[in-house]
């Protein structure tokens, strides 16, 4: 069964620094989502896709955080400089233009 | 604004037990709800979907619009339901907003 791919697993990064996440959706999905989920809380969009077009970035820190999806296939996930704040684990997930959505295994970020 | 509470961030019973684990959504529009769940060491996956009505896993969840809720529930608790439930309503095209999640813990 195809799965969403994200890579690396974990990271550990100082702040200033930058770094970089990476998703490979599920082949054929248009949409695809990053979310960042802070100990405790619920997943919080950052991004979403469709195709390679930013549908909603409403919520991405715009001054540090950027995201593309160059082909409409795989994305990237940037932030630079990296704050104590960003500590969190970055979601991905996507979805064949539809309401379910399949996550990866996430990304945890922890920002020394 | 649009939000999704689950008020309980733990819920411990007793394996057999029945199960309710609550979710009051904020009015907007005519959203559609769902809830995911994720197991230990385990992505994030979803668990049902009001519109579709069925049962998953011998869990339900029924919409509620004159109270705003969506409350998952289980007649018999099992041990391998302990994981961490998240409800979530629909905002926008194809965008969700999830509640904070409620740890369920099935005692032996």
């Known amino acids: 069964e195809a799965e969403v791919a994200q890579s690396p697993r974990y990271k550990i990064t100082e702040k200033s620094q930058a770094v970089a996440f990476w998703c490979d959706p599920i082949?054929?999905?248009?949409?695809l989502y990053w979310y960042r989920q802070i100990l405790g809380q619920g997943p919080e969009l950052l991004v979403q896709?469709?195709?390679?077009?930013?549908?909603?970035d409403s919520q991405l820190p715009k001054d540090r955080f950027s995201a593309e999806r160059l082909k409409g296939v795989d994305s990237t996930l940037k932030i630079q400089p990296a704050e104590l704040g960003d500590s969190a684990m970055y979601l991905c997930?996507?979805?064949?233009?539809?309401?379910?959505?399949?996550f990866g295994p996430g990304t945890r970020l922890t920002v020394l | 604004a649009q939000r999704v509470t689950q008020p309980e961030k733990l819920l411990s019973v007793f394996k057999g037990a029945p199960v309710e684990l609550k979710c009051n959504y904020s009015?907007?529009?005519?959203?559609?709800l769902f809830w995911y769940v994720q197991y230990s060491r385990q992505r994030l996956q979803l668990l049902l979907r009001?519109?579709s009505r069925e049962s998953i896993k011998g869990f339900t969840a029924d919409l509620n619009k004159g109270e705003t809720s969506f409350h998952l529930k289980k007649p018999f608790a099992q041990e391998e339901d302990s994981a961490m439930y998240y409800c979530?309503?629909?905002?926008?095209?194809?965008?969700?907003?999830f509640g904070t999640g409620t740890r369920l813990k099935v005692l032996a």
């Open positions: 997930a996507s979805s064949p233009t539809s309401y379910t959505q399949y």
């Open positions: 896709f469709q195709d390679e077009s930013v549908v909603d």
């Open positions: 082949s054929g999905h248009a949409t």
């Open positions: 009001h519109i």
């Open positions: 009015y907007s529009g005519s959203p559609e």
């Open positions: 979530a309503r629909t905002s926008g095209t194809y965008k969700y907003i």
